[in-house]
């Protein structure tokens, strides 16, 4: 039937293997009469064979080409006469105002006449307007409250139950170092200890884990890093060494040191800061302050050793008799200095805090010679010019306005903040922040009359003069059982950040709110006023 | 041609700068000419120039979109008002008269 059609249609296209196909389904068709629908039958195979290759066939030819012959001819050249010359860049001279020849005069003349009375008129205007009375502009996301953003710490000096007793960011603001130690012995101590350096822009911190760890064979009391050079650091230890580090040589870290000559720190170390050398302004020395009465600057030469430049030493005898200090006991004639702060204004002005809790105006320009008895390469010069009125107990720490040219605030035991003006030895505001020891202050770097202090209760309060001469505007809790924070700075380059640094041996990274980073109108203004109505 | 000594100023340009310099809270005066370069001015060098170049290219830009919008108009002043002070600009051909004022709040 239909099958059989089929059939007849496929045969002259010469496939046998369809032909097989189709007989046996055939063949099944007419077996038992009515062809079973669903009967299982085997069929034999099929295949169908290739036929295009026959067809066609491969025809091969061999072909081959070259380039033709290359002509190369060799020359010589050689100079005869050369001639030298030199380039050197010179400082730009700074554009100034070109005197008009005269006959342009007469133009400007008739110019200014012209625009002279809109001038005056908008001036006028602007003078009386209150079109702009409280109108504030919002240009940066508004943070309202302090939020901690890291709370970094190095697990093996944690255990040890060190404290951080410095931190520092570096001059990029991105990498915060801190320095483990011990503030409370009061013992010669051979404890181990720490400099650990996290850097915050990197992705992938873990807090735990400080990108790099210099281990130090004593206690480091202070750190500063390097005002240029964004991976040295320099520490002062407990033994009286200064060293400077370059972070980015974890293996091999040490820089220079001071090693452990006449020369040295008797004491600990309490402050070190890096100061510009007078003549290169592009290299800096390291200047550090210890509890016997030395404020040395060391310079780095060859060999990694760090060499006495300049010396100074405080001796009772020689204090500014301004104000009356309390008689120190017999046989101690040195006067221990914990903290120094530089003037930003005048680079050769320096503020010491002492052990007996008076500050000192010093300078670096002084001449007259120390009559210290300590042995020393270099001549030693007393440098205190003004003694201010003291504190209650030892200055822990002292800081020079980047606002204002005359003053500045100073942190010590008795709780009590004072704020001096450079002019005058009584202090122009006392402030009690607690009732434990304060351990820093720090003027904030953009807000004239913001500081912050450390406390020994464990909070970082955060003073506005603008709005409260009272009470701290905000009170930062940084450790949960009362344990005290040591350090603190800001972050000079990200002016939102403040790193703070405590005895439990964690260092936090806190971002402060808008109102503590955003200067107002007329903030340095405010300042003055107040630096001169306090001192009235 | 010879002269027996200075040119004289003619006083009228340094009184008015002295009268406008005077007033209420002004900071700082200075005149710029059609280059950018300042001419007079009674601020140090280095915020003079700053002021002059930047303030010169924001005039020359204030007043091309006045004339883009409506190419009849042209620019008669300029004010910039920031969180500390006010700047004001006289634009003209030649010069540029720039006063910076701290207005009073």
């Known amino acids: 039937m239909a099958t059989r059609a089929q059939l007849g249609q496929l045969s002259p296209a010469g496939s046998a293997g369809a032909e097989a196909l189709a007989t046996g389904g055939a063949l099944s068709a007419e077996g038992p009469g009515r062809p079973a629908p669903l009967q299982d039958e085997t069929l034999g195979v099929a295949s169908v064979p290739s036929q295009w290759r026959g067809v066609q066939g491969i025809r091969r030819e061999t072909k081959s080409c070259q380039t033709a012959s290359i002509a190369t001819a060799e020359k010589a050249a050689q100079t005869r006469k050369h001639v030298d010359a030199e380039v050197q860049t010179e400082a730009p001279v700074p554009v100034s105002a070109p005197s008009v020849s005269p006959h342009d005069d007469p133009r400007l003349a008739a110019f200014l006449r012209r625009v002279e009375a809109m001038v005056i008129r908008e001036l006028n205007k602007n003078w009386q307007s209150h079109a702009f009375d409280g109108f504030e502009v919002n240009w940066t996301e508004q943070q309202p409250t302090v939020t901690c953003l890291h709370t970094l710490g190095y697990p093996p000096a944690q255990g040890e139950g060190l404290h951080v007793t410095s931190v520092s960011w570096n001059t990029t603001g991105s990498v915060v170092a801190c320095a483990y130690g011990r503030l409370d012995d009061g013992d010669w101590s051979t404890l181990k200890s720490f400099v650990c350096a996290w850097n915050l822009d990197r992705r992938g911190l873990n807090p735990r884990q400080p990108s790099a760890v210099v281990e130090v064979p004593s206690a480091v009391m202070c750190l500063a890093f390097h005002p240029a050079q964004p991976s040295y650091i320099a520490g002062g230890l407990y033994s009286g060494e200064v060293l400077v580090w370059d972070m980015s040589h974890p293996e091999d870290p040490l820089l220079w040191r001071t090693g452990l000559t006449d020369d040295t720190h008797t004491d600990p170390v309490y402050q070190v800061v890096w100061l510009p050398e007078p003549r290169h302004s592009h290299r800096f020395q390291v200047l550090s302050v210890a509890t016997d009465g030395k404020v040395l600057l060391w310079q780095g030469v060859g060999a990694g050793r760090l060499q006495l430049t300049e010396g100074f030493a405080l001796v009772v005898q020689q204090l500014p008799k301004n104000t009356k200090l309390k008689k120190p006991p017999r046989g101690e004639t040195e006067v221990g200095a914990t903290a120094v702060a530089f003037s930003s204004f005048d680079p050769s002005l320096f503020v010491l805090g002492t052990e007996g809790g008076f500050p000192l105006q010093c300078s670096l320009a002084a001449e007259e010679a120390a009559l210290a008895r300590m042995p020393s390469s270099v001549p030693l010069r007393a440098p205190a010019r003004l003694t201010f009125s003291p504190h209650g107990g030892p200055i822990y720490s002292v800081s020079c306005s980047p606002f204002h040219r005359n003053l500045f605030l100073s942190a010590g035991t008795d709780g009590h903040i004072h704020l001096y003006s450079m002019l005058q030895a009584q202090p122009l505001a006392s402030l009690q922040l607690s009732h434990k020891y304060l351990f820093a202050v720090r003027w904030s770097p953009v807000r004239p009359l913001v500081f912050a202090a450390a406390s020994g209760e464990g909070d970082v309060q955060l003073f506005d003069l603008q709005k409260s001469s009272q009470k701290p505007t905000v009170s930062i809790k940084q450790t949960q059982d009362e344990s005290p924070v040591y350090c603190l700075e800001f972050n000079h380059q990200q002016t939102q950040l403040l790193a703070a640094g405590d005895a439990k041996g964690t260092v936090k990274v806190w971002q402060l709110s808008t109102e503590f980073t955003e200067q107002g109108p007329r903030e340095t203004e405010d300042l003055e006023q107040l630096a001169a109505e306090v001192a009235t | ?105």
Not at chain 2, 8 to 25: A, D, F, N, W, Y
Not at chain 2, 41 to 46: A, F, G, M, Q, V
Not at chain 2, 78 to 92: C, F, G, Y
């Open chain 2, 1 to 105: 041609m010879l002269g027996l000594g200075l040119p004289q100023r003619p006083p009228l340009v340094e009184e008015t700068l002295k009268r406008i310099q005077s007033h209420k809270g002004v900071i700082g005066t200075m005149v710029v000419n059609a280059e950018g370069i300042p001419i007079r001015t009674t601020l140090d060098n280095s915020t003079t120039v700053q002021y002059a170049g930047l303030l010169h290219q924001l005039t020359m830009k204030a007043r091309s979109t006045v004339r883009d919008i409506d190419p009849q108009n042209d620019l008669t002043f300029l004010r910039i008002r920031s969180k500390k002070h006010e700047i004001m600009v006289a634009p003209d051909k030649e010069y540029l008269l720039i006063v910076i004022q701290n207005p009073c709040e």
